[in-house]
Protein backbone atom coordinates (compact mmCIF):
# COMPACT_ATOMS: atom_id res chain seq x y z
CA UNK A 1 0.00 0.00 0.00
CA UNK A 2 1.18 3.61 -1.18
CA UNK A 3 1.75 6.07 2.08
CA UNK A 4 2.74 9.13 2.18
CA UNK A 5 4.70 11.34 2.54
CA UNK A 6 7.26 8.32 1.17
CA UNK A 7 10.38 8.20 3.01
CA UNK A 8 13.50 6.92 1.17
CA UNK A 9 17.12 6.80 3.18
CA UNK A 10 20.48 5.72 1.74
CA UNK A 11 21.49 2.37 2.74
CA UNK A 12 24.07 2.98 4.99
CA UNK A 13 21.82 5.31 7.39
CA UNK A 14 19.14 2.15 7.06
CA UNK A 15 22.26 -0.08 7.90
CA UNK A 16 23.25 2.22 10.58
CA UNK A 17 20.27 2.73 12.79
CA UNK A 18 20.61 -1.36 13.34
CA UNK A 19 24.10 -1.25 13.61
CA UNK A 20 25.43 -2.62 17.49
CA UNK A 21 29.16 -1.81 19.19
CA UNK A 22 31.54 -4.16 18.12
CA UNK A 23 32.09 -6.76 20.89
CA UNK A 24 35.84 -8.87 21.25
CA UNK A 25 36.53 -11.59 23.12
CA UNK A 26 38.45 -11.71 25.99
CA UNK A 27 41.79 -13.16 25.00
CA UNK A 28 44.22 -13.25 27.35
CA UNK A 29 45.44 -16.51 28.32
CA UNK A 30 44.94 -17.63 31.46
CA UNK A 31 47.80 -18.34 33.79
CA UNK A 32 48.41 -21.88 34.42
CA UNK A 33 49.57 -23.62 37.80
CA UNK A 34 52.88 -25.32 38.81
CA UNK A 35 52.42 -28.65 37.05
CA UNK A 36 54.10 -30.73 38.99
CA UNK A 37 53.89 -30.43 43.79
CA UNK A 38 56.86 -32.48 45.42
CA UNK A 39 56.65 -35.16 47.25
CA UNK A 40 57.82 -35.81 50.88
CA UNK A 41 59.98 -38.75 51.18
CA UNK A 42 58.50 -42.48 52.00
CA UNK A 43 61.09 -44.09 54.13
CA UNK A 44 60.16 -47.32 53.61
CA UNK A 45 60.57 -46.86 49.53
CA UNK A 46 64.30 -45.59 50.72
CA UNK A 47 65.73 -48.03 52.43
CA UNK A 48 64.39 -50.43 50.04
CA UNK A 49 66.22 -48.53 47.50
CA UNK A 50 68.73 -48.29 49.61
CA UNK A 51 69.41 -52.17 49.73
CA UNK A 52 71.74 -52.53 46.88
CA UNK A 53 74.08 -49.84 48.80
CA UNK A 54 73.72 -51.59 52.18
CA UNK A 55 73.96 -54.87 51.14
CA UNK A 56 77.89 -54.74 50.21
CA UNK A 57 79.01 -52.51 53.52
CA UNK A 58 76.75 -55.93 55.39
CA UNK A 59 78.76 -58.73 53.39
CA UNK A 60 82.14 -56.83 53.75
CA UNK A 61 81.49 -56.54 58.32
CA UNK A 62 80.23 -60.39 58.26
CA UNK A 63 83.55 -61.41 56.08
CA UNK A 64 85.53 -59.01 58.82
CA UNK A 65 83.70 -60.05 61.63
CA UNK A 66 86.44 -61.32 63.40
CA UNK A 67 87.79 -58.04 63.58
CA UNK A 68 84.96 -56.23 65.84
CA UNK A 69 86.89 -52.47 64.95
CA UNK A 70 86.76 -52.95 61.14
CA UNK A 71 83.31 -54.62 61.47
CA UNK A 72 82.15 -51.35 63.80
CA UNK A 73 83.72 -49.24 61.57
CA UNK A 74 82.27 -50.63 58.52
CA UNK A 75 78.62 -50.93 59.47
CA UNK A 76 79.34 -47.25 60.90
CA UNK A 77 80.01 -46.33 57.37
CA UNK A 78 76.71 -47.95 55.45
CA UNK A 79 74.65 -46.14 58.02
CA UNK A 80 76.52 -42.86 57.63
CA UNK A 81 76.26 -42.77 53.56
CA UNK A 82 72.90 -43.96 53.71
CA UNK A 83 71.74 -41.51 56.10
CA UNK A 84 73.77 -38.99 53.84
CA UNK A 85 71.79 -39.75 51.08
CA UNK A 86 68.61 -39.28 53.09
CA UNK A 87 69.32 -36.17 54.53
CA UNK A 88 70.71 -35.16 50.70
CA UNK A 89 66.80 -36.06 49.20
CA UNK A 90 65.26 -34.17 52.24
CA UNK A 91 67.01 -31.26 51.39
CA UNK A 92 66.27 -31.84 47.56
CA UNK A 93 63.00 -31.82 49.01
CA UNK A 94 62.45 -29.29 51.19
CA UNK A 95 64.36 -27.20 48.42
CA UNK A 96 61.71 -28.00 45.40
CA UNK A 97 58.76 -27.55 48.11
CA UNK A 98 59.71 -23.82 48.99
CA UNK A 99 60.17 -23.45 44.79
CA UNK A 100 56.47 -24.89 44.45
CA UNK A 101 54.96 -22.62 47.03
CA UNK A 102 56.63 -19.99 45.26
CA UNK A 103 55.43 -21.06 42.07
CA UNK A 104 52.26 -21.21 43.87
CA UNK A 105 52.59 -17.63 45.31
CA UNK A 106 53.44 -16.15 41.80
CA UNK A 107 50.29 -18.11 40.09
CA UNK A 108 47.57 -16.93 41.75
CA UNK A 109 48.68 -13.24 41.90
CA UNK A 110 48.83 -14.05 37.91
CA UNK A 111 45.19 -15.47 38.23
CA UNK A 112 43.84 -12.57 40.66
CA UNK A 113 45.11 -9.94 37.74
CA UNK A 114 43.99 -12.31 35.08
CA UNK A 115 40.51 -12.51 36.79
CA UNK A 116 40.48 -8.75 36.87
CA UNK A 117 40.82 -8.25 34.00
CA UNK A 118 38.72 -10.51 32.79
CA UNK A 119 35.09 -8.87 34.90
CA UNK A 120 36.99 -5.59 33.85
CA UNK A 121 36.48 -6.71 30.07
CA UNK A 122 32.76 -8.11 30.60
CA UNK A 123 31.38 -5.03 31.98
CA UNK A 124 33.21 -3.07 29.31
CA UNK A 125 31.01 -5.02 26.91
CA UNK A 126 28.17 -5.01 28.96
CA UNK A 127 28.69 -1.16 28.92
CA UNK A 128 28.98 -0.85 25.12
CA UNK A 129 25.75 -2.83 24.66
CA UNK A 130 23.33 -0.53 26.85
CA UNK A 131 20.65 0.85 25.44
CA UNK A 132 22.20 4.88 25.46
CA UNK A 133 25.82 3.36 24.47
CA UNK A 134 24.09 2.03 21.44
CA UNK A 135 22.24 5.04 20.69
CA UNK A 136 25.24 7.05 20.76
CA UNK A 137 27.36 4.65 18.44
CA UNK A 138 24.39 4.97 15.65
CA UNK A 139 24.24 8.33 15.89
CA UNK A 140 27.96 8.87 15.70
CA UNK A 141 27.74 6.44 12.29
CA UNK A 142 25.02 8.77 10.92
CA UNK A 143 26.98 11.32 11.65
CA UNK A 144 29.98 10.47 10.37
CA UNK A 145 27.71 9.50 6.53
CA UNK A 146 26.40 13.28 7.04
CA UNK A 147 29.60 14.73 7.43
CA UNK A 148 30.35 12.97 3.72
CA UNK A 149 27.49 13.60 1.99
CA UNK A 150 28.28 15.37 -1.34
CA UNK A 151 27.22 19.54 -0.58
CA UNK A 152 25.57 21.37 -3.58
CA UNK A 153 27.83 23.31 -5.95
CA UNK A 154 26.10 26.61 -4.88
CA UNK A 155 24.07 27.31 -7.93
CA UNK A 156 20.56 27.55 -7.68
CA UNK A 157 18.03 27.21 -10.95
CA UNK A 158 16.11 30.18 -11.24
CA UNK A 159 12.73 28.20 -11.56
CA UNK A 160 9.23 27.94 -10.25
CA UNK A 161 6.79 25.53 -9.52
CA UNK A 162 3.41 24.46 -7.99
CA UNK A 163 5.81 23.56 -4.91
CA UNK A 164 7.50 26.58 -4.21
CA UNK A 165 3.87 27.85 -4.32
CA UNK A 166 2.14 25.43 -2.17
CA UNK A 167 1.61 25.93 1.28
CA UNK A 168 3.70 22.88 2.34
CA UNK A 169 6.81 24.80 1.29
CA UNK A 170 5.85 28.24 2.95
CA UNK A 171 4.91 26.61 6.17
CA UNK A 172 8.85 24.71 6.32
CA UNK A 173 10.27 28.01 5.60
CA UNK A 174 8.29 29.34 8.50
CA UNK A 175 9.40 26.07 10.70
CA UNK A 176 13.13 26.06 9.74
CA UNK A 177 14.25 29.68 8.82
CA UNK A 178 17.29 29.70 6.72
CA UNK A 179 17.57 26.21 6.47
CA UNK A 180 15.05 25.47 3.10
CA UNK A 181 16.32 26.24 -0.31
CA UNK A 182 15.12 25.63 -3.39
CA UNK A 183 16.49 24.66 -7.01
CA UNK A 184 19.48 23.73 -4.88
CA UNK A 185 22.22 21.93 -7.87
CA UNK A 186 24.17 19.00 -7.00
CA UNK A 187 26.97 17.73 -9.18
CA UNK A 188 27.76 13.99 -8.62
CA UNK A 189 30.80 13.00 -9.40
CA UNK A 190 29.38 10.11 -11.17
CA UNK A 191 27.17 11.35 -13.32
CA UNK A 192 27.61 14.31 -16.08
CA UNK A 193 24.15 15.70 -15.20
CA UNK A 194 23.53 17.88 -12.29
CA UNK A 195 20.65 16.85 -9.97
CA UNK A 196 18.06 19.80 -8.84
CA UNK A 197 16.98 19.95 -5.86
CA UNK A 198 13.55 21.70 -6.15
CA UNK A 199 12.79 22.20 -2.32
CA UNK A 200 15.65 20.58 0.54
CA UNK A 201 16.49 21.25 3.83
CA UNK A 202 19.97 22.28 4.95
CA UNK A 203 21.73 22.56 8.19
CA UNK A 204 25.14 23.76 7.63
CA UNK A 205 26.29 23.18 11.13
CA UNK A 206 25.66 19.83 10.89
CA UNK A 207 26.37 19.07 6.90
CA UNK A 208 22.43 17.31 7.18
CA UNK A 209 20.75 17.77 4.02
CA UNK A 210 17.35 16.12 3.08
CA UNK A 211 15.63 15.78 -0.16
CA UNK A 212 12.00 17.27 0.54
CA UNK A 213 10.44 16.58 -3.01
CA UNK A 214 10.98 17.50 -6.58
Same mark, same amino acid.
Given at each position: ????????????? %??????????????????????????????????????????????? =???????????????? =?? %???????????????????????? +???????????? +?? /?????????????????????????? !????????????????????????????????????????????? !???????? /???????????????????
Amino acid at each position: MNQYPIILMPDPV %IQAMDAVPFTWKFSEPKPLPPSYKPQPIDVLLFFYKSLPLIIPFATI =GLIASRNIIISFYISV =GG %ILVTALNFWQQQMYYLRTLNQYKQ +QMRDYKDLLAEW +QK /CEIQHKRQIAESQKPEKIKQYRYQII !KDIIIKTVPPDGRIVSTKSQWLESKFYKNLQQLFQEKIYNNLIIQ !KSQSYQPY /CIEISYFDKLTNLRIDLGG
